[in-house]
């Protein structure tokens, strides 16, 4: 029955898709009766499946039943399982056209079951008859009513196609069990005995069922049979059948659930053999292969090799581990540590107020804080915390840590995963870095103050110089004017014009003349300014007025370098008393310590580009025959015969009575810009454009002694004190930086350099800074001139 | 003869460190051996001084042993016992595949158990070593002994680890050596002081086991050093103990042996036998005598200062030890338990909870001698005059404090005053130090603070007031002057006033040319330093500034409720 069931369930619930279908047409009736109604014709449709059983019942037990009988069952079920059809048919139709596909699978699958249903049925039904025929002695009795009772129910069969007033002719369909809408296109539904169509019956449409259902009093009991198309009206019998499966109880009537057990197998032990032979020896004898096995397991046993229950549960209670006093003492070893080197994993850090559940209110991360940290969160390790700090206003509030257990595994990773080495932690203040150095206070008299500011230039001035006595101030500048100034009241006392722009400009160190060198575009002039001493001015004209006579032959490389010129009437009123003429751009001159001789530079001039001049003979000589790269400056040591040359990275000292290279300092640093000389000669400060100063102590070594980062830009100005132990430096960065530079007699001591003061006074312009920067020959006072055209001088 | 020619790395640091993979190769083990051996020795890899030279110029990042380690392992026994495991696995594994269940049972009832006594005694050559070392191994076996029985995590090794972390709990408190606690978002943290070694543990806050993500955690190895943890824990247990002339292991109250399968099943009731065990003290006599000693004065290098600093130290720590004593706690129903009848048990006070609810309450909540009843909901229907009614962070916080802080503040229903670690460092400069606790240190300031406040207030208005009066004093003989004398008159030469800050200016800028004279080789590490100072400066004017936004924005507040209040 269980096979049936499914199918049986299916078509319980298209009947009741049928019965409201029903029921919405339905208007006059009782909804008592709707409800009676709505069973009814389920159990009309599981009533199909029951006929099915009875008939099969039939075939199997009705040997002599006659023809007409079997046949008319045949008939019955025939029908029976067209209606069905038909009545799938129906509901087809009525639902979606969506839903036809999956009901053509369903009515597959009915098939099938179909199929199945009736053969299980039928092996049941034989079953019980065999039992039945085990049973029952007097079976031939019952069999006769139970034939009895089919014959009765063919009658009732009869009796309904007596009142089936659709069709009398024999109308079964031969298709035979295939999904009916098949036939959906067709007119027909299939064919008959004859082969000839079975046509569709037409279908009322839904007024014509109203008036059926109004009218017809059977209407609730009609079925649609699927294979043939025809109404078919149920039997009380049947509707009985269908009310008892529905009901779950047993579909025949006459079967009794409750009739006596009968014992077939008892327990009692028969007095009597059943069989005829005795019992086997082995039976008697005990088996030689189990008492085999039960000596290997007491050997085993005595072995030790199975322990009893007992014993595994000692064993396994001794699992614990067992502690015992490991060590005797606190803190003495029985033995070392024979790991080696030990660096033991530093400890956690301890949490600090941010951690708390209720921290106080600053350690709350405010938005921006919140921003940052969701910021970083691909990127947690540059996080200031690990955690968001949280506040919880009392302690059951406080929810788990979401990251305990990862944290603790993290810890333990880094326990055996991450690299140790001992790191030394340095513990010193930063102040401690700084070099101690006496204080500037006791380092008095430097420049502080801003005293005097001269004020005349229009454009930047590049350089300054001043007279041996400190009294005249000298300044060239990019307005092509040379100007004289009193030091002491800041007045400009003359202006002299050149043809084109200063670029360095020098007083005569001999106290007994009074010129200046002055560089301006590719000429080099010595001027007689006229201020001062009169006697003095009126000396030097003389002695520049009488041209010496020499008959040194002077060789081309010089005539082509530099040509000594008497200077136009123009020029002579301005001042100049000689000109001259060198073959490229003049870039810087400078005195020798006495005053006859003067150096100047061409850095475009190769292997010509340092030329020193004798005003007395008024001869030039070239001293290098080859060049040893773009000369940047150059310095005539105070008291030796020695000229220090600037190229672009070095410094070289030669000896000019030997003609020979001394010593070449190495500066480490990318351009060279300036350099001054400390007057007692043994030290040199250098000043490049890379920010660095460099103070070489030519009796230590060719490196530079101090490299002194002041400036935060370019170096372009250094001086030296003559008396005071004070040098200054100024850079593109505004600022002149004024400090102590003691060298000592003792050569055991180094110099002590010691910054001093920072003045920024000067104004930038075009990146332009400082240019020049002078000290007053006699007091501790420094002039600078700067890029914004003044000349400022700063006294103590 | 010419000499052999040196091979590259056969000395030096490329001497010295073994790759990873060298290692498993001269071991002959498996990766996973490896790190298991590693982990129960102690082994960690170690960062050479000049990598490239010690990976003998191989490219990239290794990872590297020390070669004496390597050796170390090479002769440890325990070596053979994992590979003992390699041979059973694969025993079991076969007989599990052939169905061989006879075999397959006497196999596993022969498996091999790892004996670590003897690296315990190799890593911790003393005993001080080991409780130097303690604090991973009890935050560790605190966490697991809430774990259930999960993969990778056997369930004998979580109820070891209960057992282990309870009897270490009962040794504090019998030792009194808890010193420091505090409630941490991410659990409790406890700090004892054992053999003059500080001890620092976490117990997580009581929830249920959060599955992690296999990704995210990985038990096994947890699970090995929890291993070697609850070894390690049981032996400094047993000296402990034996120290304080215990018996080890000792017997607790309701941990009956019987009722051990039952603690399993259902761990609120574990929870609540472990927390009545803890009220339950293992000294017969708890009214042991401390041993005082008195610290002589020696006049040793240190100087009378630390002598004096010590003994205040030692007063201050035997008041401590005391401080709840005489004292009776109830835990309300909502208070973990836990940590609080530790601490409170660690510092001599007598505690008690509803006896309904779990087993081992000593007294009941109509008890007349309760002084405290610790509570953590807004309020209480039935309240008794004879006790306070505090949060339980009073507790935590006079712990932290050493004194029994006044309950004003702690009153059930209170906005509690913020929690305060007290790990931090008070010696450390350039920290932030909340108000709070200045505070601590000096109660008096906060009020000298707020007098100040209101002496300045009154300050500036006389000040006001006296510079209005002077200067109308000055200006009326001048003006009549004036106009005595007309055109011819001598004023008043001003009197050159330094600028106050103009010399700190000056100062300033030399340092700054000064610091222009650091060493090339100084230069960067004087930068960094400055930069971090001026970084932790910064910090803490950020977080006083967000105090004092806190602080105005309360203040505000404040007034509106009071008007709100009137009204």
Known sequence: MGKQQKPLKRKLSEATFKGEKSKESESSQDSEEEDLLKDQIIEDESSDSEAEIDESDLDSSDNEDNEFAEEESEEDSDDLSSADNSEDENDSDAEDEDEEDSDNSEDENKIGQESGGPISSESNTKQIENEDELQNSSHSQKHKSKAKKSHEKQVTSVDEYAEDTSDEEDIRNTVGNIPKNWYDDYKHLGYDWDGKQIVKPETGDHLDEFLKRMEDPNFWRTVKDPQTGQNVILSDEDITLIKRIKAQKIPDVSFDEYAPWIEWFTSQVEKMPIRNFPEHKRSFLPSKSEARKVSKMVHALKMGWIKSREEQKKIRAKKEPEFYMLWNTDDQADEMRRIHKHISAPKRLLPGHAESYNPPPEYLFDAKEMKDWNKQKNTPWKRKLHFVPQKFDSLRKVPAYPRFIKERFLRCLDLYLCPRAIKMKLNIEPESLVPKLPSPRDLQPFPTVLAIEYKGHTDMVRTISTDKNGQYLLSGSDDCTIKIWEVNTGRCLKTIKTDSIVRCVEWCPNSALSLILVATGNEVLLINPAVGDFLVTNKTDEVLKEVPHSDVIISDRIKTTVQWCEPEQELFDRGVRAQLKHFKMVTQVTWHGKGDYFGSVMPDGQSRSVLISQISKRRSQLPFAKSKGLVQCILFHPTKPFLFVATQRHVRIYDLIKQSQVKKLLTNSKWISTMAVHPGGDNLLVGTYDRKMLWFDLDLSTKPYQTLRLHGTAVRGVAFHKRYPLFASGSDDRSLIISHGMVYNDLLQNPLIVPLKRLEDHKSFNDFGIFGVHFHPLQPWVFSSGADGTIKLYSN | ?567
């Open chain 2, 1 to 567: 003869m010419v000499s052999k020619r040196k091979k590259k790395y056969s000395t030096g640091e490329g001497a010295q460190f073994m790759t990873r993979k060298a290692a498993l190769k001269k071991l002959q083990l498996s990766l996973n051996d490896f790190r298991r051996l590693c982990i129960l020795k102690g082994i960690y890899p170690r960062e050479p001084r000049n990598r490239k030279r010690a990976q003998k110029g191989q490219s990239g990042i290794k990872t590297l042993y020390h070669v004496k380690d390597i050796q170390f392992l090479l002769h440890e026994p325990i070596i053979w016992r994992l590979r003992d495991y390699k041979i059973f696995n694969k025993k079991v594994g076969r007989a599990r595949a052939l169905k061989d269940f006879e075999n397959l049972k006497r196999y596993l009832n022969s498996h091999p158990t790892l004996k670590l006594d003897h690296i315990v005694k190799e890593r911790y050559p003393t005993f001080i070593d080991a409780l130097r070392d303690l604090d991973d191994c009890l935050t560790l076996c605190f966490l697991f002994s809430t774990f259930p029985s999960i993969a990778h995590v056997p369930r004998d090794q979580s109820a070891l680890c209960q057992r282990l972390t309870m009897e270490f709990l009962h040794i504090v408190i019998e030792a009194k050596a808890l010193r420091k606690v505090f409630i941490s978002i991410k659990g409790y943290y406890f700090q004892a002081e054992l053999k003059g070694q500080t001890i620092t543990w976490i117990i997580p806050h009581h929830f249920s086991f959060e599955p992690q993500q296999k990704s995210e955690v990985d038990f096994k190895i947890m699970s090995t050093f929890v291993e070697f943890y609850t070894i390690l824990l049981g032996f400094v247990n047993f000296r402990l103990y034996h120290g304080l002339n215990l018996h080890y292991p000792p017997k607790f109250v309701s941990m009956s042996p019987n009722s051990n399968e039952k603690l399993l099943v259902d761990e609120d009731i574990f929870v609540a036998e472990r927390v009545n065990a803890l009220n339950v003290s293992l000294l017969k006599t708890s009214d042991a005598v401390d041993e005082e000693i008195e610290i002589d004065n020696f006049n040793s290098e240190d100087g009378p200062e630390n002598i004096e600093d010590a003994k205040k130290e030692a007063e201050n720590i035997k008041k401590l030890k005391t401080l709840f004593k005489g004292l009776k706690f109830y835990l309300n129903r909502e208070v973990p338990r836990e940590p609080l009848v530790f601490i409170i048990r660690c510092f001599g006070g007598e505690v008690s909870w509803d006896k309904t609810l779990f087993v081992g309450a000593t007294f009941d909540e109509n008890d007349e001698s309760i002084t405290h009843h610790i509570v953590d909901r807004p309020s209480v229907s039935k309240q008794y005059i004879s006790r306070y009614y505090v949060q339980p962070q009073w507790v935590f916080d006079s712990v932290n404090a050493r004194d029994l802080l006044p309950v004003n503040k702690y009153f059930m229903g209170e906005v509690l005053p913020p929690h305060l670690s007290p790990f931090i460092d008070k010696d450390r400069d350039q920290q932030y130090i909340p108000p709070e606790e200045r505070a601590l240190y000096d109660p008096s300031i906060l009020e000298e603070q707020h007098k100040k406040d209101a002496m300045e207030m009154e300050d500036q208005d006389e000040d006001e007031d006296s510079d209005d009066d002077a200067k109308e004093e000055n200006e009326s003989p001048e003006t009549e002057n004036t106009k005595k004398k007309g055109k011819l008159s001598v004023t008043t030469g001003e009197v050159y006033k330094e600028i106050p800050w103009e010399k700190d200016r000056q100062e300033k800028q030399a340092y700054r040319l000064r610091e222009k004279m650091i060493k090339k080789k100084h230069r960067k590490l004087y930068k960094s330093m400055m930069e971090g100072r001026k970084d932790r400066a910064k910090e803490i004017w950020l977080l006083r500034k967000k105090r004092r936004l806190h602080d105005e924005k309360k203040a505000g507040e404040k007034p509106i409720k009071k008007k709100q209040k009137a009204k």
